[in-house]
């Protein structure tokens, strides 16, 4: 049996990274998209999701649950964080042409 994917992650193996994204890149891009407007911002999050599990790999513990719960676990809490950091931002709109033309004085 090989051995789980999250550990070597921990480790800085460069293969693990690339077998975790091929093995959970769907999981937490559909996480991101269910909490996101756009592709755009989904793609932000998937990555921040991905930065956030590489640098909290270490504390996966198998005794508590599988490689994709704590993957999911990890993705959900993050998107949530993520949504709540985008509630405390202004809404911005893009400048009219009224006001696009006037700045241009």
């Known amino acids: ?8 992650v ?3 193996e460069a293969k693990a990274i690339e077998a975790c994204v091929e093995s959970w890149g769907r999981l937490i891009w559909s996480i991101a998209r269910k909490y996101t407007r756009t592709e ?5 999050l998937t990555q921040e999701i991905f930065t956030k599990l590489w640098r909290n790999a270490a504390k996966y513990d198998p005794s508590k649950g599988s490689e994709t719960s704590f993957i999911a676990t ?3 809490r993050r998107s949530i964080d ?6 405390r931002r202004p809404q ?4 009219t042409e ?3 033309n006037l ?3």
């Open 1 to 8: 049996m090989p051995e789980p994917i999250i550990p070597r």
């Open 10 to 12: 921990a480790r800085g």
């Open 40 to 44: 755009s911002d989904a793609e932000d």
């Open 74 to 76: 990890l993705a959900r």
């Open 82 to 87: 993520w949504l709540r950091k985008q509630g």
């Open 92 to 95: 911005l709109e893009p400048m």
């Open 98 to 100: 009224e006001i696009s």
């Open 103 to 105: 700045q241009s004085y």
